[in-house]
């Protein structure tokens, strides 16, 4: 590891070999890690897919990882600038290890040894990954649907207009002798104006919009045949 100019340490390591002391460093103070990744029967330099130095906090267990890459000798190189240093590293002492992967070699985990980083204020809030509390998750209640029995009472009294208006028709002398002569397109079509509105009760009591709607559709088709018949043989019968 060396500073920017002046070497803070440094320190040959072949594996498995590890430092011999804990040395220093400060977390103002950026460094670099340099190695090499040799093939061990050829002694060539391994094009690894992975490459990273691990530090790992012996006290708390909190760990980060930078990422090293490959120069054009060959050799991994890993620059940690003063803002990693700052984001990443409290004061404590760290295990460095190298964590090194190839799909056609197989990976390595190379513990080096520890350091001591001091020069900065350990964070008090730290986040710490593992099994967390269960959440508990509360949905909204169903709302409160009224009575069916009240909802059909109202119902019927909003039909009850309607019943006050066919007598009022009645009383005044409405002439429905034409429905006599063309029963049958007069009854249909009736009946399909009869039964949009029982659709407009079932969904006053508790049929839901969509299928609703769906009915509606349904009942489209049959309501024009059934109007366009009854006007056709009005038309025919000179009515």
Known sequence: MERTGDKLFENRLVYPQKFDDVPTISAATPFTVSFDALNDATKKALKLDQAFVSFRNTDGGDEVA??????????????????????????????????????????????????????????????????????????????RMPNVVLSAVFALLVCVPLAGLVGVWVRMGVNVDNLAKESVGSTMLLAMVAAYMALAVAYWIGVRLIPTLAYVLVLALPTYLTGQYALNRRIQLGL
């Open 66 to 143: 930078f990422a090293a890459t490959m120069g054009k000798s060959g050799s991994y190189r890993l620059n940690v600038g003063r803002k990693q240093l700052r984001t990443h590293l409290t004061s404590g002492q760290y295990a460095i290890s190298l964590v090194l992967g190839s799909f056609a070699d197989g990976g390595l985990f190379y513990h080096l040894g520890d350091v001591q980083v001091v020069g900065k204020q350990k964070k008090k809030n730290v986040v710490r990954y593992g099994r967390q509390p269960e959440i508990q998750h509360r949905f909204a209640e169903p709302q």
